[in-house]
């Protein structure tokens, strides 16, 4: 059963730092694309980033508002992706999902919320 299990959000002040995590089991996870994608109130879903398989190259790519402050990152022996945020801003805050995708095999996580404020 494939699963994908993000952790790490909460609470934090403009500027602050959150790492998020994402635990995925029951697929071959170096073979797939994992992204980081957010949603907040009253808008679309957006990827934030995206990490290519190994096979791939492990080639990263951010949306235009979070680069300089986001970073992706991949750990294929622990079946985990990474997303070290940096220097929050309050449009950061959004329920944050992890996804897995290759081909036709798209996989989601339930979400995890992250909320900017003073």
């Known amino acids: 059963q494939v699963q994908l299990v993000e952790s790490g959000g909460g609470l934090v002040q403009p500027g602050g730092s959150l790492r998020l995590s994402c635990a995925a089991s029951?697929?071959?996870?170096?073979?797939?694309?994992m992204g980081w994608h957010r949603q907040a109130p009253g808008k679309q879903r957006e990827l934030v980033a995206v990490v290519a398989s190994s096979t791939n190259g492990g080639t990263i790519r951010y949306t235009d508002s979070v680069k300089g402050r986001f970073t992706i990152s991949r750990d294929n022996a622990k079946n985990m992706v990474y997303l070290q945020m940096n220097s929050l801003k309050p449009e950061d805050t959004a329920v944050y999902y992890c996804n897995a995708v290759r081909g036709p095999w798209d996989y989601w996580g339930q979400g995890t919320q992250v909320t900017v404020s003073s």
């Open positions: 029951g697929f071959t996870f170096s073979i797939y694309a």
